[in-house]
């Protein structure tokens, strides 16, 4: 079975709201958020390759370690995620097969672990439809109203966070991107796009620390646990 690696790093960080590079190239633990997420994908074993998807002018990129890696190549991204994962598809298109699987992984998450990547891949290898990292919710969830007064308490039972990488084969995940969307109107992630046709994805039990980093503080905590793992 061979594998592709999808990783979307074509977005503009709005919510970091920083004047610096883009989130996926601030550096933590001694390498920078993209050469972490990709890290785990480098020595997967029957993987074809790594399409890392820019922003059209990106200018960090060449300056990663990882830039020359001969698995990697690059491909421009769009405006929202979905786009430049279609624009990941595309670069593989002219050599992937329908039933080659298609991981995607979101250059800001610098915290996979490896036993993760490999359980995706282990629990997914015989699934008729893929599916995608995924962390059941702990917190007891409210609703808010407009004033953040509390409008009710939202059952957590059967509710999962959302991780990457999600994994679909070519064929469907391909059909599946097709969709017309509205801007803005995207599905945020490939799961949501195969819902749409009707599948149901699996769930596979990740680790929550798999975090985004999203907001400026998700710097300092996967900061602090890449340093944790490589300490222990
Ligand atoms: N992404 C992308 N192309 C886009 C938008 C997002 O490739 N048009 C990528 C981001 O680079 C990131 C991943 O998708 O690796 C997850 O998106 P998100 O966390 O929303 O990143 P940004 O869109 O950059 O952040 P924000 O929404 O705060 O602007
Ligand atoms: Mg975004």
Redesign the pocket.
């Known amino acids: 079975m061979k594998y592709w690696v999808i990783v979307p790093a074509a977005?503009?960080?709005?919510?970091m709201a920083g004047s610096g590079p883009p989130k996926q190239y601030l550096q933590l633990a001694g390498r920078s958020v993209i050469e972490w997420a990709i890290a785990p994908f480098i020595e997967l074993a029957n993987c074809e390759r790594i399409v890392v998807v820019l922003a059209e002018h990106d200018r960090h990129w060449r300056k990663q370690s990882l830039a020359r890696h001969p698995k990697i190549s690059t491909a421009t991204g769009g405006a929202?995620?979905v786009d430049s994962v279609r624009a990941g598809l595309r670069a593989i298109a002219a050599d992937v097969a329908e039933d080659d699987w298609v991981l995607v992984h979101d250059a800001a998450r610098p915290c996979l672990r490896d036993t993760d990547l490999s359980r995706l891949i282990d629990e997914l290898a015989d699934d008729g439809v893929g599916g995608l990292l995924a962390a059941p919710l702990v917190d007891t969830l409210k609703r808010a109203d407009v004033s953040d007064r509390v409008q009710a308490t939202v059952p957590r039972d059967a509710l999962w966070r959302a991780l990457t990488p999600q994994m679909f084969r070519y064929g469907l995940l391909d059909r599946a991107l097709r969709a017309e969307h509205g801007p803005g109107a995207g599905p945020?992630d490939e799961a949501q796009a195969v819902e749409a046709l009707g599948l149901q994805p699996r769930l596979v039990r990740g680790d929550p620390d798999n975090i985004k980093i999203t907001l400026p503080e998700d710097i300092e905590r996967a900061t602090r646990l890449l340093k944790s793992w490589s300490a222990s």
């Open positions: 977005g503009s960080s709005r919510r929202e995620r945020t």
